[in-house]
């Protein structure tokens, strides 16, 4: 089971990359050129910061060194994702429901959305533990500290747009440069922003993010709050360059490099998008089968937030490279978040845990004319608002019309 986890994770990841370069207007047209010459024109009135785009050679390492190594000042804070033992140090000493949340990129406006209605509706629980993996790890900050964000949380949804997220120029390590979302997070994440979570981790509650160490192929699960607990400058910089490892798309973003220390060696490992290995996360797999020998997770309600469609859609792919590269890791996309929730189904019963799961509704067709495109993500994001203020979002069990689709004969 693990090792079909980890394909339909990476083709998650490179779904990631397809629904980007395919999110576009076909190549030669007057809207995409028009397009992104209004990113472009953005962004240089922004200004790249300086050495953006500079790498510099990495230090060889070997299995054993990456097996050892920490960050400095930093030795508790990660464990790999795929261990259960590594994993039970990570545990909540507080007690409650947990919520996952799913990458997704521009649809994260969904679940910010659906985050903030929940808080109007006045019943949204206050979680033991909260993951994030890609754009999930964006919003777990304000859903784990609760209703006193969710104007945060609105503003990163609503008034963002690709150029505050890319800049459409090749780097040596990716088809475009991230530093403009580089810089949106070092504006959003703040000091009091790491207090806080840091004050709600001394409570016993815990903020996990999942990225992928690259060299190890291997997922590593981050305690958010022990990384927030130490409060200094370099408390700062880690928390952010987690969240930004986590968002990074492979090929189409630069991995993000950590410095690590192994038995006095000094090297960086390569972090990337943590979908490539678990398109959101909960626990390791190996704790839901029926062989597992480890402890049953301290939990009786799990919620799943998917910022994507889980039901497959009628769409002709474009005769393009392109068009059907992103049409096909597209479908890929959908049945592998479905294999995914379905494996999320058959733990839970087996171990007695409620799940609840929310997606994007088929019946959300509002268009979108490129990637961010902030209409699209504001009409989502309101959307999102309403499901949440009904309490319609969340099932107990995905009906049958989410695994067929809207266009299935029967």
Partial sequence: MSTPRIVAGFT???????????????????????KLAEVKKKVEKKGAPKGTGQQQERTPFTLEEQDAAVVPGFPNVRVWGDSAADFARLLPQA??????????????????????????????????????????????????????????????????????????????????????????????????????????????????????????????????????????????????????????????????????????KQFQEMHGDGTITAPFFVVPESMLTPSSTAARPPLGQLYVIVNSKLAPEFRMADRTIAGFLGRSIDVALTAALRAEIMLMQVGAQRLGIGLRVAHLDPAFNHPSRGPFDGKYMQALFDFGVEQGKKGTAFEDMLPDRSLRGSNDPR
Avoid at 12 to 34: D, E, F, K, N, Y
Avoid at 229 to 256: N, Q, T, W, Y
Wanted: aromatic residues 8%; proline residues 4%.
């Fill in 95 to 264: 007690t409650g429901p947990w919520l996952a949340i799913s990458g997704g990129g521009s649809d994260g406006a969904f679940g910010g959305g659906l985050l903030t209605g929940w808080s109007q509706a006045g019943n949204r629980p206050e979680f033991a533990v909260v993951t994030g993996v890609s754009i999930g790890a964006l919003i777990a900050p304000y859903a784990f500290l609760g209703s006193a964000y969710d104007e945060e949380l609105r503003k990163n949804f609503t008034t963002i747009t690709a150029a505050d997220v890319f800049e459409d120029r090749m780097t040596r390590e990716s088809l475009f440069d991230y530093w403009p979302l580089r810089r949106l997070i070092e504006q959003r994440v703040t000091a009091k922003l790491l207090s806080d979570i840091a004050a709600e981790h001394r409570r016993g509650r815990r903020f996990l993010v999942a990225t992928t160490n690259l060299d190890a192929g291997r997922r590593v699960v981050w305690n958010m709050g022990a990384i927030a607990e130490r409060g200094d400058d370099k408390a700062l910089k880690l928390f952010r360059d987690v969240l930004l490892a986590s968002c990074s798309i492979p090929g189409f973003f630069s991995p993000v490099a950590i410095d690590v220390e192994s038995n006095g």
């Fill in 12 to 34: 998650i990841a490179l779904v990631a990359c397809a629904l980007l370069a395919s999110s576009l207007p076909p190549a030669g047209g007057s809207a995409h050129a028009q």
